[in-house]
Every structure is written in C-alpha cells, then in structure tokens.
C-alpha cells in the first residue's frame, strides 16, 4: 500500500480464499472438489493472483467425505508441486506442528516463515497506520496518546497475549466505549452539540481496568509516588510489623523501577511467626494496595496439599484423569490475572511433590499446566507463611531479613534447603504487644463503623475502649485473632441485637465508655445504659 513491495511483489493481488465458504452447501460428491478446483485453475491462469487462506490447518480433512480420502490438502498437493499456483498459507505453530507437520509431503512444498512480535516502537507505527481506518469506522477521533498507552499499558498488564493483537484491541474496546457514551440523536432531533468523541488515553486506561481489576486511576497516576507510600500505607493496616511492611515494599519498588532479576517473580517471601500475628493481613493489604482490591490475592492453603496427587490440582489433572481441561488452582488465576499476590499458608504442610513445582516456579518465574500452557508468574508477589516455632529468637538490633542463622533454623524446622535458598526474603513477624492491640483494636471497630454507616447508625467510642478490648483480647497464643472475637461478641453481637428488637435504628448514635472495668454501650436518645 505505500508502494515499498518489491519487484516482483508489484502488481500482485492477494485473494482470500474461505474454506468454509466452498464447503458449504456441498450436498452431493464431487461438488466440492469442483469449486476447489475452479479456484486453482483461476489461479493458475493469472500469474498476478496471489492466493492467501488463513488458518491453514483448516485444509486437513476440508470436503472428505466417508470412504474417500481426497480433501483440499490433497487437491492442493499437485498444483503446488507443479509451481502452478502462488500460496500463502497462516497458522500457529501450535497448530503447524499438530496437522501439517503430520503431512510430509504437504509440509515440504511449503517454506515455513516464522513472524515474530513487533516490538513496541513498531507496535505504535501500527497503530498510526490503523488510526484512520478505526476512526471512520467508529466516528471518533484518537489521540496520540491513546496509541501509546494502548501499546505500553498491553505489554504491561497483559503479558499472556501478544504485540500488536493486544494493543489493537484495547484500542478498539476503547473507541467502541467512546461511541456508547456518545449521545446520539433519534429521528428528526438535532444532533448533540460538540465534537464526537476523542479517545484518550484515560479511555484506553479505562479499558485496561476492566481487564485487569486495577482501578483506572491507578493505573494514570505517577506510580513513583504511590511506591514511594506503599510503606506507610501497609504499616497502617498491619501493626506492630514494621519490617515486614518495609521488606515487602522494597521489593515491589525494585520490581515496578526494572531493576529485579528478569525472569522472576516480583518477591518471594517467607513470613515466620506464631498465628494471629498479621502474616496474612499483610498479604491483603499488599494486594488491596497494588491492585485495588484484596480480591486479587490468590490463597492456597497447604494443608490441602498433602498428598503426592494434589500437583494435578495446581496444574490441572493430565489427559485421561477425571478434571482434565479444567483450569489449575493455580495455573488458572496466573493466566488469568498475571498481577496478583499469592498467598502460599502453611508452607510446612505441604507434600515434597508440591514443593518442587515451586522450586521451578520461583526459580524461573514461569509454570506449564496440564495442557501445554505456560502461566508467566514474573508479575506475581509470593507470600509463604509458617508458624514454625523459632527456637532461638533474634538478638536485639538483628535485622531478621534473609539472615543466616534465620535460615538454618528454618531448614532445621523442617523446610527443604532448595526451597529457602530461592527466598528473597525471610521475615520473622513478633509476637504482638498489648500497645500494638490497641492499635488494632481501634482499627477493627473503625471497620465495623464503617459497615454501620450505610444503615445511618453511627458508632463512637472514648479512648478507653481499645484499651479495654485489647486487655480482654490480649493472648499470646492467638494473637490479634482472640481480639478480634472478643470485639465480636462484645460490641458487634450486641449491636445486632438490638438492630434485632427494633432498640437501635437509623439515625441513632452507640456510644461506647468503659466504667468500673466494663464495656458500656449507650444508644442516643435512650437514658438507660446497656451493659
């Protein structure tokens, strides 16, 4: 088209040919070897015709019918071998190597071309080539800045597809999103004022949104910021762990600059430390930070995977076992949503079989499922958690993040060596302090608050209260989990209750005060205080 074909490339015309189209319809034998035929022997008569199928594979088998072994693969076969006809054939390799390859005397009157990914920049030249043609079809006008965010936002949030596919089509999502919201005119009205609609880069982000389930502005936003936030951020949610929130930050800065090891998942981490200590929650609040919502963290509970035959859960089961075709537990959600964090609990527990899918995994940031499809994990965050007891605890002043003598006592504990030494990180998580449930306390009834105020009930309380909760909570061996039980059946069961026998309604305040060593609930507007 702009006439940089060459020589003998020069005045050619590239005609499709639809094999569905000369397949149907054919009632009778013989009907469909004539339509083929009369195609080649056009073709062959024009020396300027150059045929094209797409999905070539398609040939194999096209128009057999019972008993007879000629399709269009054979019907092809002679033409072809006396140079009599100009072909071009487009598949996968996949798809190649499973049918043609199968056929030696069809593949080799074919010369394989393998087409590589464009890169970005030419991914863009694309794009500008494709502008016009997107832009009268849809009735908008696109930004150049849409073309580049189409191209740089797809290679990165959407790795398991390919340049310049995925790229055209968030393009497309966009324009055909831009043309809904456009109001239009019904007959006889005036058309809208204004200039149809621009598409920009926040309608392609938009797009990306959807895919994914990272909010839009998140993805517009200068990301230097936010990663430099992200620490205080999780230390907010996750109390008393401060070195946790910094190791877990610091890895996704070093990943989100280009600076990680390519080919590796963004962190690998173990989190070490008795039960109710905050491992999990910061594995939510890392996912809630970087992707929106805690919905995007995958969680495999190792007690589960005890057995030699749960690898097939993580994979998909194998041709000829119950479940095959079924997408992996975690294959799945890789494929599927590449940006997440992956919550490994129990690490211990799990069988040596399962153990060694993540020493590839971690090693190579990549997983093959049950059917040839690999899962690109370099985008995902791993969090193992353990409850393996330290039976040395840190001195003070030690930074417990990879350190040696952490790692001994872990492979001590019971933890495979491979395994520890494709850590990045080995965070010991203490024992939480009754300062720290304060914290935490006050945290929970926010959150409880919150879940109030679309019912128009509101919930106050004096600085006493999580003080209280903390000491009726406090349990070294449950950690923040025994509180937040306690903070259920002291205030939220209450507060049910009363919603219950028409006590408390909309409008309403509770207030909560501690007297005489006792939780004191009080409803606005009701002088009798409720214990």
């Known amino acids: 088209a702009r006439g940089r074909a060459p020589e003998p490339l020069q005045g050619k015309r590239i005609v499709q040919v639809d094999m569905t189209a000369l397949t149907a319809g054919s009632k009778y034998r013989g009907d469909f070897e004539e339509r083929i035929q009369g195609v080649i022997r056009e073709a062959s008569q024009s020396a300027d015709i150059i045929l094209f199928i797409d999905e070539i594979h398609t040939v194999m088998g096209a128009g057999r019918a019972e008993g007879v072994v000629m399709d269009a693969a054979n019907i092809l076969k002679p033409a072809l071998a006396r140079g009599d006809l100009r072909l071009i054939g487009a598949t996968t390799e996949e798809e190649y190597r499973r049918y043609i390859e199968k056929d030696s005397a069809l593949e080799r009157r074919f010369q394989p071309i393998p087409v590589r990914e464009p890169s970005p920049e030419e991914t863009l030249e694309i794009l500008q080539g494709i502008r016009l043609r997107l832009e009268e079809h849809h009735g908008v006008k696109i930004e150049d800045g849409a073309l580049r965010a189409a191209v740089q936002l797809s290679v990165k949030y959407l790795p398991d597809r390919r340049l310049p596919d995925k790229a055209i089509d968030l393009l497309e999502e966009a324009c055909a999103a831009g043309v809904v919201q456009w109001p239009s005119a019904l007959p006889g009205e005036e058309p809208p004022p204004g200039e149809p609609g621009v598409i920009t880069a926040e309608d392609v982000a938009q797009v990306v949104s959807r895919l994914t389930g990272i909010p839009a502005a998140q993805l517009r936003e200068d990301e230097r910021q936010r990663l430099q936030e992200m620490a205080a951020e999780l230390k907010k949610r996750v109390i008393g762990q401060d070195e946790a929130c910094d190791a877990v930050a610091e890895a996704v800065q070093k990943a989100r600059l280009g600076l990680k090891e390519a080919g590796r998942p963004v962190g690998v981490f173990l989190f070490l430390g008795p039960t109710g200590v905050g491992k999990t929650e910061l594995a939510r609040a890392t996912a809630a930070f970087l992707f929106g919502s805690e919905k995007a963290m995958v969680r495999l509970d190792m007690s589960e995977y005890q057995g030699p035959h749960t690898v097939a859960r993580l994979i998909g089961a194998p041709p000829g076992y119950v479940g095959h075709g079924e997408e992996g537990q975690l294959t799945g959600p890789l494929r599927n949503t590449p940006y997440c964090v992956v919550l490994v609990d129990e690490i211990e527990k799990a069988h040596p079989e399962v153990l060694n899918l993540f020493l590839q995994l971690f090693d190579e940031g990549r997983l093959t499922d049950a059917k040839g499809k690999t899962a690109d994990a370099t985008n995902a965050l791993f969090i193992l958690t353990s409850n393996l007891k330290m039976e040395e605890e840190p001195q003070m002043g030690f930074r417990a993040r990879g350190g040696s003598n952490v790692r001994k006592l872990i492979v001590e504990g019971g933890l495979k060596p491979e395994l520890v030494n494709r850590l990045d990180e080995v965070i010991v998580f203490r024992p939480l302090e009754e300062s720290h449930l304060q914290r935490i306390a006050a945290n929970l009834l926010e ?46 069961n209450q507060i049910a209750g009363k919603m219950l026998r028409g006590e408390l309604g909309a409008g309403q305040i509770v207030r909560l005060t501690v007297k005489k060593e006792a939780l004191i609930m009080q409803i606005e507007g009701d002088p009798n205080a409720t214990n």
Do not use: M, N, T
């Open 447 to 492: 959150r409880f608050r919150q879940r109030l105020l679309p019912q128009d009930i509101d919930l106050q309380w004096d600085k006493k209260v999580p003080a209280y909760l903390a000491k009726q909570g406090y349990s070294e061996q449950f950690g923040a989990r025994e509180l937040r039980r306690v903070i259920e059946q002291q205030v939220e």
